[in-house]
């Protein structure tokens, strides 16, 4: 699972930062999704089992 956040402008922040001193980012990326743009937080990925898994979320 990978969690999203509605917070783009914190996160790209974040990610100029870290390019600035490693100089690439990993972390973070910085996407639109259902027409807004959010942040996809890999460095918060967490594994979670099938039987969490309801459905697939669809437009």
């Given amino acids: 699972m990978v969690p999203l956040s509605t917070e783009d402008m914190k996160y790209r922040s974040l990610m100029n930062k870290m390019i600035q001193t490693g100089g690439k980012c990993d972390k973070i990326y910085i996407c639109d999704y259902k027409g807004k743009t959010n942040a ?3 460095q918060n990925m967490f ?13």
């Fill in 47 to 59: 594994p979670i089992t099938d039987n969490y898994i309801y459905g697939t979320h669809k437009d």
């Fill in 40 to 42: 996809f937080l890999m």
